[in-house]
Structures are given as structure tokens and as C-alpha cells.
């Protein structure tokens, strides 16, 4: 059992930015058309905003408000995907006998985005980047809860997705759109998630499990599950 607090948080996905966006979508939640909508990062100098992917943007957008006035916060980044856009882009300069960009190369990595946070925010705390399975929100909390548990006063937990190119459609189903979620988690007993085995399977969730915890948190839900395989992870508020 793990316990934590969600001090704060907050969300971005195309069209939804604000508190008031995403709990219309909580209740009638849908799927976006295609689109190239980009998070507002304009906090950043110009020369920094350009080496951002989207997924790097999302990633900044919710993470940055939530870690203003922290000092020395450790940040834990989840994505089962990561930068797939930029590892097709690279893929296909390959297939075409192109030469490749170092560039590209250097951001395609997992890790690009807490790299990349630590340059920009002048931050030397302890950063982790997992890439877990359809159940990433819940192994990324174990991860900032170890980090609260040996004392750290707050930790960012960010999770987030890109759309993936066409060619991966076969393949990759659990992207509905591109969405970041940021957590600011603080140490106590507000929450606690739990570990069950369950049937192999189990009814899949309509939506990626951190957009299944907004609708929760939304609707004021004290005790909800989420499944993935065999893991039944459950949550129970105690708000």
C-alpha cells in the first residue's frame, strides 16, 4: 500500500486547458479530431520553446505551475510511448538513406524531457523517467512515493502521451489523443492505492488510467479501480 497527497494539479490535452474544460469533458468525455494544437509555453525564452517537441511542451506546460516555489523538487516522468514522432522522423530519414540529425537523435531518447527540464529549470534533484505498461500513472507513484518516503517534501509526477504516427495505428490503440497530466504529490494519507491480482482478462478502461483519475478527482470519487492485465490497482480517498 502506498499513501500520498495531491496537493495540486493539472492537465492539458487539445482544447482542454483549464479546470473548467477538462470537468466538461469528465462529463461527456469524447475524442478530438486530429490536431497540431501545441500547449502555451511562452514562459520559456524562444531559443529554448524550439527544441521542444510536443510531447516536451505538454510535459513543461503542466509541470511548470505546479513546481513554482519548490525548491529542489524531484520529478518523476512517465510515458509509455515517448517521443514517437521523433523516432518515426528518424526511422524514415534512415529508410531514405538521409543522413541523420544528432539533434533528433539526443531528444528521441526516454529520458530527453527530464534532461531537458533539468537545463531549464537549473534543477539537480533526483529525476527518473519510466516507460511503463497501460498502468505507467500507477508505477510512477510507487516511484515518487519511495522518493517521499525517504524525505523529500514534494515530488512532480508527470504523465504524458503523444499521438502516435499513422503507420504505429495497428499497434498502438491507448492514445486517444495527445495529454499530460502533472501531479504535485505531497507526503500523507489523503490517498491510498493498493495492489490486487485480477482476471487476465479484465475489462479494459474506456481511457488512459491519469484521464480516468481526472474524471475521478472531478466527480469527487472516494474509491475507484484500475485495471491493467492482471494488476487491479484500487483507490481509496480518505478526503
Not at 85 to 113: M, Y
Not at 220 to 234: C, D, E, L, Y
Request: proline residues 8%; charged residues 15%.
Amino acid at each position: 500500500m502506498i499513501n500520498f497527497n495531491i496537493a495540486a494539479w493539472r492537465a492539458w490535452a487539445p482544447g482542454l486547458d483549464s479546470v473548467a474544460d477538462w470537468q466538461a469533458w469528465s462529463q461527456q468525455p469524447g475524442v478530438f479530431a486530429a490536431s497540431g494544437a501545441a500547449p502555451d509555453v511562452s514562459f520559456l525564452p524562444a531559443m529554448q520553446r524550439r527544441r521542444l517537441s510536443r510531447l516536451a511542451r505538454m510535459a513543461f506546460s503542466v509541470g511548470w505551475p505546479l513546481a513554482e516555489g519548490h525548491q529542489a523538487l524531484p520529478l518523476v516522468f512517465a510515458s509509455r510511448h515517448g517521443e514517437t514522432p521523433r523516432t518515426f522522423d528518424i526511422l524514415s530519414d534512415l529508410a531514405a538513406e538521409q543522413p541523420l540529425s544528432p539533434t533528433q537523435f539526443s531528444l528521441s531518447v526516454h529520458n530527453a524531457v527530464i534532461g531537458l527540464w533539468s537545463i531549464l529549470r537549473g534543477e539537480t534533484s533526483e529525476m527518473t523517467a519510466l516507460a511503463a505498461a497501460g498502468d505507467g500513472l500507477e508505477h510512477g507513484l510507487i516511484e515518487a512515493c519511495a522518493l517521499l518516503n525517504e524525505g523529500a517534501p514534494a515530488v512532480l509526477l508527470v504523465i504524458t502521451e503523444e499521438q502516435p504516427p499513422e503507420a504505429y495505428a495497428c499497434w498502438i490503440d491507448d492514445v486517444p489523443f495527445p495529454y499530460a497530466v502533472g501531479l504535485l504529490l505531497t507526503p500523507g494519507s489523503q490517498w491510498q492505492v493498493t495492489l490486487t491480482n485480477g482476471p487476465a482478462d479484465a475489462e479494459k478502461a474506456p481511457w488512459p488510467h491519469a484521464l480516468n483519475l481526472l474524471r475521478q478527482l472531478l466527480d469527487g470519487q472516494v474509491s475507484f479501480q484500475h485495471a491493467w492485465k492482471t494488476r487491479v490497482w484500487n483507490w481509496q480517498s480518505n478526503l
